[in-house]
């Protein structure tokens, strides 16, 4: 079975610290995402990367950034941490390149800023 | 804007019937459908694809619709049970994107 593993479950933080969101995926995935997912919003997709080193802006990006050193790995960084910012974070990873393939997804991590 | 509409609001149906759910999109050409089951603290877990050429695709007892003229996908859940119960999600790509657009997910709860 796929599996997607994310660093935490819950993390609090504080305003202004800076914060790394871990995601592994062990199954030779090459595209990788990060959503955060809030109520009557939905998953809206940060960022997502499709290969090693390479990055596309989803549709909010603003306050965050990524990064993918090693295929299996994909962290999203909060580099000044804010309130509005307080989410559920998922991860999900897809087979292929091509757009036609089912995303799987981690377990979240709910990020409290205070 | 790109939109993609679920009902909001929580469907509440008795355990045997057909639940429904309905996903409607606005400026849009997707490429593609996705369905997805979310279940509370967990991230969601794909159930069933449906291309922009098909009309229909059925898996067990789920059965998913896809209408581009109306831009209307139907999910539909048969003999439903309480195991049922859950957030389901529709997501839509466009041809060559790689990733997907959310809707915000509606609620099902199936009573015994």
């Known amino acids: 079975d796929v599996k997607v593993t994310q660093s935490s479950r819950y993390l609090v933080k504080r305003t202004g610290e800076k914060v790394f969101l871990e995601c592994v995926q062990d199954m030779d995935h090459e595209n990788m995402f990060w959503y955060r997912q809030d109520p009557g919003l939905g998953l809206r997709l940060i960022y997502f990367s499709y290969d090693v080193k390479m990055k596309e802006k989803g549709d909010i990006p603003e306050g965050y950034s990524v990064s993918r050193e090693k295929k299996e790995r994909f962290s999203l960084i909060l580099e000044s941490a804010s309130t509005n910012q307080t989410s559920m974070y998922l991860c999900?990873?897809?087979?292929?390149?091509?757009?036609?393939?089912?995303?799987?997804f981690g377990p979240g991590t709910r990020l409290t800023v205070l | 804007s790109q939109k993609i509409e679920q009902n909001s609001e929580a469907l509440n149906i008795q355990e045997g019937k057909t639940a429904t759910l309905t996903c409607n999109y606005t400026?849009?050409?997707?490429?593609?459908l996705q369905w997805y089951r979310q279940d509370p603290g967990r991230g969601p877990v794909f159930l069933l694809l449906i291309r922009e050429n098909e009309k229909e695709k059925r898996k067990e007892r789920l059965k998913v619709t896809f209408d581009t003229t109306l831009k209307q996908s139907l999910f539909h859940i048969t003999a439903s049970q309480p195991a049922d119960s859950a957030t389901y999600l529709c997501?839509?790509?466009?041809?060559?994107?790689?990733?997907?657009?959310f809707g915000s997910g509606t609620r099902l709860q199936v009573q015994p």
């Open positions: 400026n849009y050409s997707p490429a593609y």
């Open positions: 999900a990873s897809s087979p292929t390149s091509g757009s036609y393939n089912e995303q799987f």
């Open positions: 997501g839509i790509s466009g041809p060559g994107r790689r990733a997907l657009t």
